[in-house]
């Protein structure tokens, strides 16, 4: 099991098995014990890839760790807390320096909208979310984007939200963290592309998975499996910026070409 001496003590790594020496780089996933990251690291998963899986639940970090390791990975497990800023960049150190991070998939974060009854979101929620959906993927892919340039190559992947879109009145803080995201994640690339390092945003649009539990329509909704394929594809392909499915550009063209009382008409019936 690799250990951290150097850990603070909110960032615990644990049943970690050590890469096998013809393992070069790490990939990186946060949000591991989620929907999404879970499902992108199971289908990441095969021999010969070692895997850093990130998130904050223990037992369902081990769940996607076993089902990865059974698929031939070599897979170190960390559980961290993305709000402590100090923790999670000496952890990215600590872990790049143990194997060098070559992809890194930044998946982790929270989707709360405005509580029923409530005309806005409390305080607390709109400082949250602008943590850990924009600084804290924000200044992970920053330290990352540094490891990787001084090795001239890497990528990273953020990800963003269709709802980045739209200014979502039952959702402002999401949609803003992930607005501020998005412009972040293409800048970033415009920065590190000379260096030999890949930066790709993909803006989900709603995405089916058992917790969702969202009365959203089915036309809008995409599997899970399907979601996490499309987005390993664009990943893959180093894509700048894909939107998944397609059908949610369509509707950010909708809602840049619309007269502003006929959009913000639309908008408010979105209100909780
Ligand atoms: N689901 C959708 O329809 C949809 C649509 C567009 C974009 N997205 C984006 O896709 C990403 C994954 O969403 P999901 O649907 O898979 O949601 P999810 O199942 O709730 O997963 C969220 C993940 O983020 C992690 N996370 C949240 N707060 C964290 C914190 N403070 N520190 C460390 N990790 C934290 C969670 O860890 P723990 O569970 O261990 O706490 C979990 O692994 C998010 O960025 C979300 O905004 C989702």
Same mark, same amino acid.
């Given at each position: 099991?690799?250990?951290?001496?150097?850990?603070?003590?909110?960032?615990?790594?644990?049943?970690?098995?050590?890469?096998?020496?013809?393992?070069?780089?790490?990939?990186?996933?946060? /949000?591991?014990?989620?929907?999404?990251?879970?499902?992108?690291?199971?289908?990441?998963?095969?021999?010969?890839?070692?895997?850093?899986?990130?998130?904050?639940?223990?037992?369902?970090?081990?769940?996607?760790?076993?089902?990865?390791?059974?698929? /031939?990975?070599?897979?170190?497990?960390?559980?961290?807390?993305?709000?402590?800023?100090?923790?999670?960049?000496?952890?990215?150190?600590?872990?790049?320096?143990?194997?060098?991070?070559?992809?890194?998939?930044?998946?982790?974060?929270?989707?709360?909208?405005?509580?029923?009854?409530?005309?806005?979101?409390?305080?607390?929620?709109?400082?949250?979310?602008?943590?850990?959906?924009?600084?804290?993927?924000?200044?992970?892919?920053?330290?990352?984007?540094?490891?990787?340039?001084?090795?001239?190559?890497?990528?990273?992947?953020?990800?963003?939200?269709?709802?980045?879109?739209?200014?979502?009145?039952?959702?402002?803080?999401?949609?803003?963290?992930?607005?501020?995201?998005?412009?972040?994640?293409?800048?970033?690339?415009?920065?590190?592309?000379?260096?030999?390092?890949?930066?790709?945003?993909?803006?989900?649009?709603?995405?089916?998975?058992?917790?969702?539990?969202?009365?959203?329509?089915?036309?809008?909704?995409?599997?899970?499996?399907?979601?996490?394929?499309?987005?390993?594809?664009?990943?893959?392909?180093?894509?700048?910026?894909?939107?998944?499915?397609?059908?949610?550009?369509?509707?950010?063209?909708?809602?840049?070409?619309?007269?502003?009382?006929?959009?913000?008409?639309?908008?408010?019936?979105?209100?909780?």
């Amino acid at each position: 099991m690799n250990t951290h001496p150097d850990e603070p003590r909110p960032s615990v790594p644990m049943g970690s098995t050590p890469a096998p020496p013809l393992l070069l780089r790490a990939t990186l996933i946060t /949000g591991a014990s989620g929907a999404l990251g879970g499902a992108l690291a199971r289908q990441l998963a095969a021999p010969g890839r070692a895997l850093l899986l990130w998130g904050r639940d223990a037992a369902r970090l081990a769940a996607v760790a076993a089902d990865c390791r059974a698929a /031939g990975s070599t897979v170190t497990v960390r559980q961290i807390d993305l709000a402590d800023t100090t923790a999670m960049l000496v952890a990215l150190a600590a872990d790049d320096a143990i194997l060098p991070i070559g992809d890194a998939l930044l998946v982790a974060g929270q989707g709360d909208a405005v509580p029923a009854g409530a005309v806005v979101e409390p305080p607390e929620q709109v400082a949250r979310l602008a943590m850990i959906n924009l600084a804290a993927p924000a200044a992970l892919a920053a330290a990352l984007a540094d490891h990787m340039a001084a090795r001239g190559q890497g990528r990273i992947l953020l990800v963003g939200s269709a709802a980045a879109f739209h200014s979502l009145p039952n959702a402002p803080a999401y949609a803003a963290s992930k607005a501020g995201l998005t412009r972040f994640a293409q800048a970033l690339r415009l920065a590190v592309a000379p260096l030999g390092v890949g930066v790709t945003l993909v803006s989900p649009g709603f995405i089916d998975w058992a917790g969702g539990g969202r009365p959203v329509p089915r036309l809008l909704l995409l599997p899970l499996d399907v979601a996490a394929r499309r987005i390993l594809v664009a990943f893959a392909a180093g894509k700048g910026h894909a939107i998944i499915p397609r059908r949610f550009a369509a509707l950010r063209l909708l809602d840049r070409l619309l007269p502003g009382p006929i959009r913000a008409a639309i908008l408010r019936r979105l209100r909780p």
